[in-house]
């Protein structure tokens, strides 16, 4: 999620691009280049053709933009906050906190994107109409931007998750049957069958019409496609599965109270397989430390250094689900939950233990598929 390229922050969401899309607006400005514009407008120059190509390649990347911009602000309107945008190879996607509160937030939110993408392509029709019989070469840059934001609504518009339409169809489907995880399950579904069938609609360019350049392309996407899905699937049960348990589950109730000067090296060997301590200070629970053997290795390290105060942690109740402290803990940056009250702490809930029995659950999965 972090490799890309921050270009900055628009209504308080921070865009990103990934590294791939240096490669494709590359591409893409090349295949304009030798063969889009030559045939559009002959008479101009090769100079000519290359600016041009280049300003509709950043029309392009602009466009993808503000599909993901309307996904994002739409999104926030209906209670999704949405925190950044990162532009991957295919196109964008948008980094959510949280799945949709309702049925309809998920429809309109699945919606505005492409909405936005057909807006784009009448926009730069007209722009296109304006300038057919002034400027040609204006003229062709739109007609080419208006049929790319006219084919990026469509296609997202297929029926499958990860994509738009897929959205579409399980909030549909969520509404109809009243049945969250069946809909997204069964919207994956239909990710997969589209991500395959573009797929083979690629093999078929390249076989049949012997047109690499957009077989290959449908190939790759049809792969991406089907394989975010399979990806999404498995994020999903992990979600339903982390849902079922609670901070009781994972809760630390035996953390020893030290004082804030004790060194590393000490607790080290006093506590050889304790993890977390307390630091008490004046009868009241002031912070905590999370303590790994290979921290002590440095012999002039103290709890001070590693303690971290208790309002800098998320307060939960043990009856909480661990999936509602997940999103809590990648929402606030914080690692450590306490539970029963900050004054009065019953126990603690560390991100590492909640990634370590995670891990075993996915061990047990792996273990369970094969046999
Ligand atoms: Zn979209």
């Known amino acids: 999620m972090d490799s890309g390229i921050n270009i900055g922050r628009v209504f308080n969401i ?29 008479g101009e120059t090769r100079s000519t053709h290359w600016i041009m190509s280049i300003v509709t390649s950043l029309l392009f990347f602009l466009s993808i933009l503000v599909h993901e911009t309307a996904h994002s602000l739409i999104g926030r309107a209906n209670g999704i906050p949405v925190r950044s945008i990162t532009l991957y190879l295919f196109g ?6 949280r799945e949709p509160a309702s049925p309809g937030a998920e429809i309109k939110m699945a919606i505005a994107g492409p909405l936005a993408s057909f807006l784009l392509a009448a926009l730069f029709w007209i722009v296109y109409d304006f300038y057919i019989s002034q400027v040609l070469a204006i003229a062709a840059v739109a007609l080419w931007l208006a049929q790319i934001n006219l084919i990026v609504a469509v296609f997202n518009l297929l029926p499958g998750f990860p ?12 509404h ?15 990710g997969r069958i589209v991500g395959v069938l573009v797929g083979v609609s690629g093999l078929y360019f390249v076989i049949v019409h012997r047109d690499w350049l957009a077989g290959i392309w449908l190939v790759l996407l049809g ?3 089907e394989s975010t899905a399979r990806t999404s699937l498995k994020q999903f049960e992990l979600q339903i599965w982390l849902k079922k348990h609670t901070v009781a589950d994972v809760i630390r109730r035996d953390c020893p109270r030290i004082s804030r000067d004790t060194s590393l090296k000490y607790l ?20 905590i430390v999370w303590f790994e053997a290979k921290d002590a290795t440095l012999p002039e390290t103290t709890v001070a250094d590693l303690v ?10 043990t009856g909480d689900n661990l999936l509602e402290v997940v999103q809590r803990m990648n929402e606030t940056g914080s690692d450590i939950a306490v539970a029963g009250g900050q004054s009065d702490p019953v126990g603690f809930v560390f991100l590492d233990d909640l990634v370590n029995l995670v891990n075993r659950h996915a061990d047990n999965q792996g273990a369970g598929d094969a046999t």
């Open 92 to 97: 964008g996607a948008a980094q959510m906190d």
């Open 268 to 287: 080290h060997d006093k506590y050889p397989d304790r993890h977390c301590f307390v630091i008490p200070e004046i009868g009241e629970i002031t912070g």
């Open 308 to 317: 971290i105060p208790l309002d800098q942690t998320i307060a939960v109740e």
């Open 176 to 190: 109809v049957r009243d049945d969250y995880p069946g809909a997204t399950r069964g919207a994956i579904l239909f």
């Open 223 to 225: 792969w991406y496609l």
């Open 163 to 174: 994509l738009d339409g897929g959205r579409v169809l399980r909030g549909i489907w969520w």
């Open 14 to 42: 921070q865009f990103r691009v990934h590294y791939s899309w240096v490669f494709i607006f590359a591409l893409i400005t090349v295949f304009l280049v030798w063969q889009v514009f030559p045939y559009a407008v002959p």
